[in-house]
């Protein structure tokens, strides 16, 4: 990411390496052969998702700042925090009903925000074991997840509460394991998508409460006016609120960065306020979800093409929310 005071930076390390000097790091999520529950660990917050198998090269997503970094556990939660950002991981374990304990773990995430005092989130991930799966009362596990979002979101921020940009997607196993990144003093401004409907507004047909997330969130740090960084949440091929070219993983790519491009438009950002704009060739890191190892050279080729050779991408195979979408595509525009 790009630098500022008290800069927030994310890197993709390949193998243990040394944090820079002069850095500090807030968060590490390490997408393991396995999950691994959050935890302070030499003085940062870090998390394992179960993502790849044994045999996939592993990758660990780190988040530095330039200030030195307080740390510790609320409830489940590791979190970590420099006076302007904080890092926090958490992890729902594996259960028949995930309404109630995400409820829970969202208010606690809400809880800490507040005590800490971080109000503005730019960014969460989550990944959802068995994803598509029934849970124990035959609801898909994915509905049942957004139905304790939606409750927690409606107590702390109301019915219309605003979200940002958001991943939620399929993880090998180990339950729910997520993770959120939020400022104190920075602006955060999220955005929509005019070739979709908002997820908070999708009709019940996908579920009994909606997925609160927003298509992107711009972030700005403090003392910087124009637009900041903008995280792209989880993008597939979805117009309006439907899928669109189930089974055809090649038009799903199409539909996919098509989307990511319109979000990310000067056209789409000066709608929504900031005098900005940026193509696909800006992201820098970029995580690929490919439903099935087979589409994976189809998806390479279309990345490669449509992102900057510059980009780090990272692809992964595993479920999506529906289960007709074969892709979906995140990054972060520095
Ligand atoms: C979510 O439910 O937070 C979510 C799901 C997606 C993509 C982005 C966000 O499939």
């Not at 930076?9 to 790091?25: D, M, Q, W």
């Not at 988040?63 to 970094?69: A, F, H, I, K, R």
């Not at 995400?102 to 005590?115: E, S």
Request: proline share 6%; hydrophobic share 40%.
């Amino acid at each position: 990411m790009a630098t500022y005071p008290h800069g927030l930076r994310c890197r993709l390390v390949r193998s243990p390496e040394a944090t820079p000097s002069g850095r500090h790091v807030l968060g590490r999520v390490a997408f393991l052969g396995h999950h691994s529950a959050p935890a302070v660990r030499a003085g940062a917050s870090e998390i394992g998702i179960h993502l790849v198998g044994a045999e996939v090269e592993r990758v660990t997503e780190v988040w530095e700042t330039d200030s030195p970094v307080v740390s510790g556990m609320y409830q489940d939660l590791a979190y970590a925090h420099d006076g302007e950002y904080l890092f926090c991981a958490g992890q729902v374990p594996e259960g028949g009903s995930y309404r109630e304990p995400v409820r829970n773990a969202y208010r606690a995430a809400f809880d800490l925000i507040g005590k800490l005092d971080y109000p503005h989130v730019m960014r969460i991930w989550h990944f959802i074991g068995d994803i598509n799966r029934a849970n124990a009362d035959g609801m898909e596990i994915y509905r049942d997840f957004c139905l304790g979002r939606a409750e927690a979101v409606d107590h702390h921020l109301g019915r219309a509460g605003d979200m940002p940009a958001a991943t939620g997607i399929g993880a090998l196993g180990g339950g729910i394991s997520w993770y959120l990144l939020a400022s104190r003093s920075g602006r955060v401004r999220n955005l929509e998508n005019p070739l979709q409907v908002p997820a908070p507004s999708y009709p019940h047909l996908y579920g009994p409460r909606p997925p609160k997330f927003a298509r992107a969130t711009s972030f700005s740090p403090p003392g910087i006016d124009g637009a900041g960084d903008l995280f792209v949440a989880g993008t597939a091929s979805i117009l309006g609120h439907e899928t669109v070219h189930a089974g055809d993983i090649a038009k799903q790519c199409d539909v996919t960065l098509g989307n990511m491009a319109m979000v990310m438009s000067r056209e789409n950002l000066l709608a929504h306020g900031i005098d900005d704009g940026r193509t696909l060739k800006d992201l820098r890191f970029v995580k690929v979800y490919v439903r099935r190892a087979e589409d994976l050279p189809v998806v390479r080729a279309a990345c490669a093409a449509a992102f900057s050779d510059t980009a780090e991408i990272v692809y992964f195979t595993v479920d999506i929310c529906r289960s007709d979408l074969l892709v979906e595509i995140e990054g972060i525009a520095p």
